[in-house]
């Protein structure tokens, strides 16, 4: 397992134009981002050959997936592709494993009965696998027969398997079985501090937190652009993240009243936010860095807002 340390990085946007995808990773590695993380979401580009693709070209940087949903993939053969991509490109690689959204995992008929076992089952078999156990396992989800990984396939250093989980029964099996924890955005002081708690991670454990960002010399501006980003977050699946903000009922009433997420963003005062992303001038931006920091976040990942991502690049990086 990795020790904590403390990195920013940046996500590769899912809806990233085809031949603007190795640009903004060789741009990133160029402007000294830490990592760089691609997302497996349901009807966009798969996790494992974005990854595969980005270590190839670039030299330095380390990539993430974040994450793959563990209903989708047959344990065996994920430690396989993992354990590749690590063995080819040594000490660059992580990976999360998660449940999925459960609307895109039952829309490809691969939602569990009990989500919270298939995930604990599959993140403890990946690594042992990755680390050259050989697996007996007859679990409810997870069947493993004596497999393992040939010493000829085994990579060195040993990647992260990281889980990207949110609610606290999730968030405590990944301290317990994971080397770190993936919180997806957005990811408050408050939110990682509550995370944290239910954590409870009894070895070194990383914290990953997605946010969305902007960096401008003009903090409405930075605040303008980050504002649409955050129209998901008053829906159902996100209300563990503002759950713990002062404003987070409030938050949820104006979500109710609102027609539509284009009106809840709009309506958002600026403090609001200002607390859900990393946005406004660099000064402004590395003191909310500071204080993910010292809520418990190892890895801080910028997803770029405004309509250029690979424009947004230069601006996110004076913060590192």
């Excluded at 899912?14 to 981002?33: M, N, Q, S, T, Y």
Aim: glycine share 8%.
């Amino acid at each position: 397992m990795s020790s904590p340390h403390r990195s920013v990085g940046v996500m590769l946007p899912c809806d990233l134009p085809a031949d603007d995808v190795l640009p903004f990773a060789r741009r990133a590695d160029e402007l000294g981002f830490d990592s760089v993380w691609v997302v497996e979401d349901l009807g966009h580009r798969g996790g494992v050959a974005q990854a595969a693709v980005v270590l190839a070209s670039t030299s330095r940087i380390r990539v993430g997936i974040g994450l793959l949903p563990a209903g989708s993939r047959n344990v065996a053969f994920a430690a396989m592709e993992i354990a590749t991509l690590a063995q080819l490109f040594p000490g660059r690689l992580d990976v999360a494993v998660g449940h999925g959204m459960p609307a895109w995992m039952r829309g490809a008929g691969a939602w569990p009965a009990s989500p919270l076992t298939l995930l604990e089952e599959y993140v403890t078999a990946v690594r042992q696998l990755v680390r050259g156990g050989r697996v007996r396992d007859d679990g409810r989800y997870v069947r493993l027969d004596g497999v393992r990984l040939e010493p000829s396939a085994l990579p060195s250093p040993v990647p992260d398997v990281l889980a990207g989980v949110r609610g606290p029964k999730s968030l405590a099996v990944s301290g317990r079985v994971a080397d770190g924890t993936v919180l997806a955005e957005p990811a408050a002081p408050a939110y990682v501090r509550e995370a944290v708690g239910h954590i409870a991670p009894r070895l070194p454990h990383r914290v990953v937190a997605y946010n969305v960002a902007c960096v401008d010399e003009d903090p409405r501006a930075a605040l303008a652009a980050a504002r649409p980003a955050l129209e998901w977050v008053g829906e159902p699946d996100w209300r563990a993240q503002v759950a713990a903000l002062p404003f987070g009922d409030e938050l949820a009433g104006l979500r109710a009243r609102c027609s539509s997420r284009a009106e809840f963003a709009r309506r958002m005062p600026d403090a609001w936010v200002a607390e859900l992303a990393v946005a406004g001038t660099r000064e402004q931006a590395r003191a909310r860095l500071a204080a993910l920091r010292e809520a418990g976040v190892t890895d801080a990942v910028l997803i770029p807002a405004g309509k250029d991502p690979s424009a947004a690049l230069a601006s996110l990086a004076t913060v590192l």
